[in-house]
């Protein structure tokens, strides 16, 4: 199975920047998909950005142009730099990977969540 930690949350004013990172380990055959989600209180959770192994990328249209998805294969890692920070970008992000074992099914793992809360 597959374990995901998260790193680089934290607090920021409004304009500023951070960037997340999350590495996935344990018995890995393959991970086709990494991925970011965000969770406010009381919200329902929401993709933020994803991208394939071969680097094709989907972002929420919020955060479109400020937050960039990018990934190392090789290590396993998927990285959200995120720009232009706003208030309603506070929330709880959380790494997402699909793994495919060796038949070709999928199973889908979340990371514990990383804090990011932006200032007025």
């Known amino acids: 199975q597959v374990q995901l930690v998260e790193s680089g949350g934290g607090l920021v004013q409004a304009g500023g920047s951070l960037r997340l990172s999350c590495a996935a380990s344990g018995s890995i055959f393959s991970i086709s998909g990494m991925g970011w989600y965000r969770q406010a209180p009381g919200n329902q959770r929401e993709l933020v950005a994803f991208i394939t192994s071969g680097g094709r990328k989907n972002y929420a249209d919020s955060v479109k142009g400020r937050f960039t998805i990018s990934r190392d294969n090789a290590k396993n890692t998927v990285y959200l730099q995120m720009n232009s920070l706003k208030p309603e970008d506070t929330a709880v992000y959380y790494c997402?990977?699909?793994?495919?074992?060796?038949?070709?099914?999928?199973?889908?793992?979340w990371g514990q969540g990383t804090q990011v809360t932006v200032s007025s």
């Open positions: 997402n990977a699909d793994e495919l074992d060796y038949t070709g099914r999928e199973y889908e793992y």
